[in-house]
Nanobody
Framework: QVQLVESGGGLAQAGASLRLSCAASGRTHSDLAVAWFRQAPGKEREFVAAIKWSGGSTRYADSVKGRFTVSKDTFKKMVYLQMNSLKPEDTAVYYC???????????????????WGQGTQVTVSS
């Protein structure tokens, strides 16, 4: 089973950029997908972006399209979330998650992910 550890969160001003990293250890099956979710205070956890381990297909939430980019380094077993043009509403705890037997249409379904990292805080000031 895959284990995940996030890093790279912190404090940023609106308009700035941050890059989150998710280190995966253990066996990575070809049908694996890794996603980023976030949870703001008092709100439910929501989908941000996801990438399929094989092929690299990606999917984004409408709220981050054009600003965030998810990528992977298969050799290093790393998944990244490059966040540009940050907004105060991006403030949240960001989690990476992994799921097996994922297809593109289910990449945003958090119930399909069975392995989660511990989360990393991102705070964007106005």
């Amino acid at each position: 089973q895959v284990q995940l550890v996030e890093s790279g969160g912190g404090l940023a001003q609106a308009g700035a950029s941050l890059r989150l990293s998710c280190a995966a250890s253990g066996r990575t099956h070809s049908d694996l997908a890794v996603a980023w979710f976030r949870q703001a205070p008092g709100k439910e956890r929501e989908f941000v972006a996801a990438i399929k381990w094989s092929g690299g297909s990606t999917r984004y939430a409408d709220s981050v399209k054009g600003r965030f980019t998810v990528s992977k380094d298969t050799f290093k077993k790393m998944v990244y979330l490059q966040m540009n043009s940050l907004k105060p509403e991006d403030t949240a705890v960001y989690y990476c998650a992994a799921g097996a037997r994922m297809i593109w249409s289910t990449l945003d379904d958090q119930s399909r992910y069975d392995t989660w990292g511990q989360g990393t805080q991102v705070t964007v000031s106005s």
